[in-house]
């Protein structure tokens, strides 16, 4: 849940476009980019969050992340449901889907649309060239709900 006033994406393409490019995920690194939480939450809780980027372990970006989908056993390593966790699972293994980035509450909208509008239909061709692979058989119905969205 971001500031209202958000990272604005021509400053930062060039670093943006790097993580994206690199096939790790990608999460962590656009939280780090975003604005912060934003002191407009709901939760009880008296100490002053505004700005803070850290990750609220929420697990979203586990829950999304296809490569858990296929390989579900790789969850069993850890209880954590962070981006630290989800960048030891998964590591040099992700597939540049950017789900993680769309679900993160604490990823900036900014970033967000800027990935649905320049990089999802590139990237999910590069994917889409996987599908019908029978090791794989959970990556149709990822890319299906993705394309469902965009
Ligand atoms: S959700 Fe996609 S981009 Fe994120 S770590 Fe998993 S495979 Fe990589
Ligand atoms: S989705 Fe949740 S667990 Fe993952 S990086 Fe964002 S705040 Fe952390």
Do not use: W
């Amino acid at each position: 849940m971001p500031l209202r006033a958000q990272a604005d994406v021509r400053e930062i393409e060039g670093v943006l476009n790097d993580i994206l490019n690199t096939p790790f995920p990608p999460v962590a690194r656009c939280r780090l980019l975003s604005s912060g939480f934003s002191p407009g939450h709901t939760l009880d809780i008296a100490e002053d969050l505004a700005g803070i980027k850290d990750c609220l372990g929420c697990g979203n970006c586990i829950d999304i992340c296809p490569v858990f989908a296929r390989e579900p056993r790789r969850r069993e390593q850890t209880e954590q449901r962070t981006s630290m966790a989800l960048e030891s699972l998964v590591s040099e293994d992700c597939d540049r889907c950017y789900a993680c980035v769309l679900v993160c509450p604490q990823v900036d909208t900014t970033i967000k649309h800027y990935i649905v509008n320049r990089r999802m239909i590139e990237d999910m061709s590069r994917l889409q060239e996987r599908i019908g692979d029978e090791g794989e058989p959970d990556l149709d119905l990822f890319l299906e709900e993705a394309l469902s969205q965009v």
